[in-house]
């Protein structure tokens, strides 16, 4: 799918890392929700 108006390009860890940081509150709270999500199946994933 290629990236439109409609819909951002699909984040990277560390693009998400870096957007901790910005001065964006919009980027950074989907920072955080993103990388709480790939934490959340990286979770499901491992053996206890």
Same mark, same amino acid.
């Given at each position: 799918?290629?990236?439109?108006?409609? $819909? +951002? /390009?699909?984040?990277?860890?560390?693009? %998400?890392?870096?957007?901790?940081?910005?001065?964006?509150?919009?980027?950074?709270? $989907? +920072? /955080?929700?993103?990388?709480?999500?790939? %934490?959340?199946?990286?979770?499901k994933r491992s053996?206890?």
């Open positions: 799918m290629e990236p439109s108006e409609e $819909y +951002a /390009a699909p984040l990277t860890e560390p693009e %998400a890392i870096a957007n901790l940081k910005s001065d964006d509150l919009s980027l950074r709270y $989907y +920072a /955080a929700w993103w990388l709480g999500k790939i %934490a959340l199946k990286a979770q053996p206890p």
